[in-house]
């Protein structure tokens, strides 16, 4: 609430305050002006025109302090109205036309308190102001007067009444407006925080994926050749070399955020011949490979997340399988692509061992475009990946 008074004002009823203050002070004015039209006793103005000071100021405090400030404290409220109204009384007592200046009083009293406090105030201020009236200038047509007096007071209340439907509904309606402002920052902040995760997460997919695979890579390349044959260092030297090469440029597309550069100059099936033609020469495993069904063209996120996952299957057999062949599928289907990779190594134990990185990255990138991946393995019967992506209907 604090920084709602600090603010600028934001309710209806307060942006157009102004209107009850410029007619409070026409009131005064023309008070002050009638009263050199019926002038009272000449020992009488210094007192006057002191309390109509006193009253001029007194009402200085409702334009520089939001209403919702006396709202939020009533009880104090009610001691400086009573202070106002005790200041009018004595500006009544002088001159009659004072009774003007009432007008004064309605239009805050309905604005700064709850309506279950403005209508018994507005009643209490109206039957008081007339009593003093009655008593003080012996009004002989009492009746007539009091009968105008709480017809005065039903206008008054029925527009209070009005003006506080007006400020509950602003209210409510500013309140909502804020918990919807509230909402949509949550709402905001939560996808902003959903996009740097799904971000971090591809990141750490696509690192795994290359930059981690040929770093392994060239440290098994780099082992074979300290403790192999010394006839092959200078091959395992040139394959070290050329997978750092490999993994640099992976590096440079990544921070650009570009497609692997097999994909740029070759098919999905293209890519993946080549990717399993030099890994076939780089760890003496025969690699076949069968594409059945009729090409289509795809769309670029479903070639990489292919390729990829051909990339991190191809580095788990090598890193665990021990296998002597491996057979890639790639089966082009009306509605659906599949990519099934089997390997005759020692396989292992899915519910023990299915859980890691890379296989949770190749499982998030199937499912990424609807699809899904399934392993099949037992402990020395091999292994078996298989991809499924659902096609657009391109009918």
Known sequence: ??????????????????????????????????VFGITPAISQLPLYFGLS??????????IATPCARWRE??????????????ILGGLLAINVGSLMLVAMFYPVLF?????????????????????????????????????????FLIVASLMGVFVAALIKQSLERQRLLDEFTQTRAGLLKAEREAGVAAERQRLAREIHDTLAQHFTSIIMHLSAARL?????????????????????????????????????????????EGLAARWSVENAVKVSMATT??????????????????????????????????????????????????????????????????????????EELGGALTVESEPGKGAKIAVSIPLPDVT
């Open 53 to 62: 000071a006193l009253l001029a100021l007194w009402y200085l405090p409702f």
């Open 73 to 86: 404290a009533p009880r104090r409220g009610l001691i400086y109205f009573f202070l106002g109204w005790a």
């Open 293 to 366: 069904g009729t090409l289509q063209l795809l769309d670029s996120s479903i070639d990489i997340a292919l390729l990829r996952i051909s990339q991190e299957a191809l580095h788990n057999i090598k890193k665990h399988s021990r296998a002597r062949n491996v057979n890639i599928t790639l089966s082009y289907m009306p509605d659906l692509l599949a990519l099934d990779i089997a390997d005759d190594g020692q396989g292992f134990d899915t519910k023990r061992n299915g859980r890691g990185f890379g296989l949770t990255s190749m499982r998030e990138r199937a």
């Open 228 to 272: 192999g044959d010394p006839a092959a260092l200078q091959t395992r030297l040139e394959q070290a070399e050329q997978t750092a090469r490999e993994g640099l440029g992976e590096a440079r597309r990544l921070i650009w955020d570009k497609q692997p550069e097999q994909l740029e100059q070759a098919s999905l099936i293209e890519s993946i």
């Open 1 to 34: 609430m604090g920084n709602q008074l600090a603010g600028p004002k934001r309710n209806v009823w307060e942006q157009w305050d102004w209107v009850w203050h410029i007619s409070a002070y026409t009131f005064f004015g023309l008070n002050i002006a009638i």
């Open 111 to 151: 604005t700064r308190f709850p309506i279950r406090w403005a209508i018994p105030l507005a009643v209490s201020l109206t039957i008081g102001l007339y009593l003093l009236y009655v008593l003080l200038y012996a009004v002989e047509s009492w009746y007539l007067s009091l009968i105008i007096v709480l017809g």
